[in-house]
């Protein structure tokens, strides 16, 4: 069975599940249905950013690789775009290997700051790390 994903943010929700290939599912509110978003599936770990609810976060992980990435919609899940890969932001900060080869750039939660709009910190196998989306 999977192992279900959400994250809520004033009346939007969002739910994914890294066993499911189909995508995320995306409730706008309590009259609506949910729809398929179905060009993220297979996410790790989800947010909605409280400074702009249309924005979502998603963070993949390709088990063998060793490869996660955080992923940003400002469409509410119509388009994403690359933030950043987990296993560069190690590179980045000289991390070294910790945890078990084939999960640390597994992102395993994502929190958002509600007082600095654009950062978010990444809990990964690496450590935690803080991002800074400066083009939004």
Not at 105 to 129: C, E, K, M, N
Request: net charge negative; hydrophobic share 45%; with cysteine.
């Amino acid at each position: 069975s999977p192992d279900p994903r959400i994250a809520v943010s004033g009346g939007v929700v969002l739910v994914g599940a890294e066993e499911l290939d189909r995508g995320l599912l995306l409730g706008l509110g309590p009259d609506e249905p949910f729809r398929l978003v179905e060009e993220c599936p297979r996410a790790s770990a989800l947010a909605i950013a409280p400074w702009e609810p249309r924005m979502l976060l998603a963070t993949l992980f390709f088990a063998g690789k060793d490869l996660g990435t955080l992923l940003r919609s400002t469409d509410r899940g119509e388009s994403w775009t690359r933030v950043c890969d987990i296993g560069r932001l190690g590179e980045l900060f000289g991390v070294d290997e910790v945890g078990l080869d084939d999960v640390s750039a597994r992102v395993y939660d994502i929190s958002v700051s509600t007082a600095a709009p654009g950062q978010v910190a990444l809990a990964t196998g690496h450590g935690v790390f803080v991002v800074e989306m400066k083009d939004l």
